[in-house]
């Protein structure tokens, strides 16, 4: 099994910044992809960002490019999204999830173990 744990969201001003992280623990895979979702109050889970497990090219939803970034740290087994420009949209509950799919999966179906979430909210 796979455990995963986000935490950093909380309430902000629109034009603020949050660093969301993912502790993940457990079972290991060679080849993984790690995702970012977002769900609104009375909307679908929609995909935010994702990375391979290789690196290289990272993976954005078109309503966050330029503002979100994804990045890990090896060493403390983290994933991170680094959220700047935040907007009253951006309110949502973030999750962080794990693929065993390599071919940058954006659909939450596709992910294989997801975190408890943690809210952000942005006020206007």
């Known amino acids: 099994q796979v455990q995963l744990v986000e935490s950093g969201g909380g309430l902000v001003h629109a034009g603020g910044s949050l660093r969301l992280s993912c502790a993940a623990s457990?079972?290991?895979?060679?080849?993984?992809?790690m995702g970012w979702f977002r769900q609104a109050a009375g909307k679908v889970r929609e995909f935010v960002a994702a990375?391979?497990?290789?690196?290289?090219?990272?993976y954005y939803a078109d309503s966050v490019k330029g503002r979100f970034t994804i990045s890990r740290d090896n060493a403390k087994n983290t994933v991170y999204l680094q959220i700047n420009s935040l907007r009253p949209e951006d309110t949502a509950v973030y999750y962080c999830?794990?693929?065993?799919?390599?071919?940058?999966?954006?659909?939450?179906?596709?992910?294989?173990?997801w975190g408890q979430g943690t809210q952000v909210t942005v006020s206007s």
């Open positions: 999830a794990l693929s065993r799919l390599v071919v940058v999966p954006r659909t939450a179906p596709e992910y294989d173990y």
């Open positions: 457990g079972r290991t895979f060679s080849r993984y992809t």
């Open positions: 990375m391979t497990w290789i690196g290289g090219t990272n």
